[in-house]
């Protein structure tokens, strides 16, 4: 922990009701010395936190002060927990828990007016009540530390498991981290291959940032990087409702390249994807309002998972 998170987390403790705390508990909850603490006090004071103490009660701040920052009007509040909400409905566990340190560290220094409008927006403002209430939650891999190395320009190695249990150590120029309903995924180069490669967090172990620079010829085209038509990729065609269609194009983890009218009540749409298996079972949501016309493979894969769930 460093000494601005610290002192954030001191200033947050020191708002909380009930017992005030002494110099030397204070101190032992951080695992620094009371020196360390005293210096803290005096950088909050000199950013005008008004830090109290006495003989018998221990420090605390004036009764009513708030920290200045976080004072939101109501639709800034809304609108973060709307984004809270929207965290929280992952399946990506440590992400939810992130999102749930968030909220009660705001809710902490919010004045109470304001407090209770956010109490009642978290209970009461439901972004995807299907992964809310049915998503299982599950460890997403180490996103934070692959964004780190992103932001720093640093080579990354791993090792990485394949869906058929293979297992090999990588070394990979990470671009880009993308999110989906339910995995993360990193976008970069490579250097077994030499080519820009995607990798789903989950099945990465033993991520290790290595003192290795990233040389970036030109500005990285991201929309160019997710939707990338690589020699993997395979031409899907499904026909689906009208009624459906805008749904599916919000929703759609790749970049549609032609929709086409039919005479039917569905339309053909077109698209490249790299990964059938999980297609196949993103396509459920949509159920008898979309029909699979190609490739065949997909086809047969659909035909085999629905024969499967009806045979559990």
């Known amino acids: 922990m460093n000494s601005s998170e610290r002192r954030l987390k001191l200033m947050l403790l020191l708002q909380q009701p009930g017992k005030k705390l002494t110099v030397e508990e204070i101190a032992e909850k951080f695992g620094v010395s009371r020196r360390t603490i005293f210096r803290d006090f005096n950088v909050l004071q000199e950013i005008n936190v008004p830090v109290t103490w006495d003989k018998y009660s221990g420090y605390g701040v004036m009764p009513g002060y708030k920290v200045p920052p976080l004072m939101f009007t109501s639709k800034e509040l809304a609108t973060i927990m709307v984004g809270l909400n929207f965290v929280k409905s992952q399946v990506d566990k440590q992400l939810v828990e992130d999102a749930q340190g968030v909220e009660l560290k705001i809710k902490n220094v919010l004045p109470d007016e304001l407090k209770e409008l956010m109490i009642s927006l978290e209970s009461k403002t439901i972004v995807d009540p299907y992964l809310?209430?049915?998503?299982?939650?599950?460890?997403?891999?180490?996103?934070?530390?692959?964004?780190?190395?992103?932001?720093?320009?640093?080579?990354?190695?791993?090792?990485?498991?394949?869906?058929?249990?293979?297992?090999?150590?990588?070394?990979?120029?990470?671009?880009?981290?993308?999110?989906?309903?339910?995995?993360?995924?990193?976008?970069?180069?490579?250097?077994?291959?030499?080519?820009?490669?995607?990798?789903?967090?989950?099945?990465?172990?033993?991520?290790?940032?290595?003192?290795?620079?990233?040389?970036?010829?030109?500005?990285?085209?991201?929309?160019?990087?997710?939707?990338?038509?690589?020699?993997?990729?395979?031409?899907?065609?499904?026909?689906?409702?009208?009624?459906?269609?805008?749904?599916?194009?919000?929703?759609?983890?790749?970049?549609?390249?032609?929709?086409?009218?039919?005479?039917?009540?569905?339309?053909?749409?077109?698209?490249?994807?790299?990964?059938?298996?999980?297609?196949?079972?993103?396509?459920?949501?949509?159920?008898?309002?979309?029909?699979?016309?190609?490739?065949?493979?997909?086809?047969?894969?659909?035909?085999?998972?629905?024969?499967?769930?009806?045979?559990?």
Do not use: C
């Open 132 to 312: 809310k209430f049915g998503g299982e939650k599950k460890d997403g891999g180490d996103w934070y530390l692959l964004s780190s190395a992103i932001a720093q320009k640093n080579r990354v190695q791993f090792l990485y498991t394949t869906k058929s249990g293979e297992t090999s150590v990588r070394k990979v120029d990470p671009y880009i981290l993308v999110f989906y309903e339910d995995h993360w995924n990193m976008i970069g180069k490579s250097h077994i291959r030499g080519e820009v490669r995607n990798f789903i967090l989950d099945q990465m172990q033993e991520i290790e940032i290595l003192d290795e620079k990233i040389k970036e010829e030109k500005e990285i085209d991201i929309e160019g990087l997710i939707f990338r038509n690589n020699e993997r990729s395979v031409l899907v065609k499904v026909l689906i409702e009208k009624s459906f269609l805008e749904r599916f194009r919000g929703n759609i983890p790749a970049k549609i390249f032609k929709i086409s009218e039919k005479k039917t009540k569905k339309i053909q749409v077109s698209f490249y994807f790299d990964n059938l298996d999980f297609l196949n079972e993103w396509l459920l949501q949509f159920g008898n309002a979309i029909e699979i016309e190609g490739p065949e493979s997909l086809r047969k894969k659909r035909k085999a998972l629905l024969e499967e769930m009806l045979n559990q």
